[in-house]
């Protein structure tokens, strides 16, 4: 069974700091381009980062950038995205998503879908 699964979520104070992991199962990842995406209550579900498949180029979010880094791990068939200085309008559930020879873009087409983690953020 193909399978996308995240963790690393929970509940964190404004500033602080967490790591979202995106382990794949019945397949390897080594040529999936995979994106991160996140959707807030009442809110339109967003691209917040995504990594290619073939050369490693990354995309962020305007809202984003600088605070959040995304990296994979093909040895492990594992992709993070490493959150800092969070803020709590990065509230959400964040799902990974991964596409066959990707671009590593939002807008792409996407094949497999996690069932999400939450992040909150809030004092």
């Known amino acids: 069974q193909l399978q996308l699964v995240e963790s690393g979520g929970g509940l964190v104070q404004p500033g602080g700091s967490l790591r979202l992991s995106c382990a794949a199962s019945g397949f390897t990842l080594d040529y999936y381009a995979i994106g991160w995406f996140r959707q807030a209550p009442g809110k339109e579900r967003e691209g917040v980062s995504c990594?290619?498949?073939?050369?490693?180029?990354?995309y962020y979010a305007d809202s984003v950038k600088g605070r959040f880094t995304i990296s994979r791990d093909n040895a492990k068939n594992t992709v993070y995205l490493q959150m800092n200085s969070l803020k709590p309008e990065d509230t959400a559930v964040y799902y990974c998503a991964a596409e066959l020879y990707g671009l590593g873009l939002p807008g792409d087409e996407y094949e497999y879908w996690g069932q999400g983690t939450q992040v909150t953020v809030s004092s």
């Open positions: 990594i290619s498949s073939s050369d490693g180029s990354t």
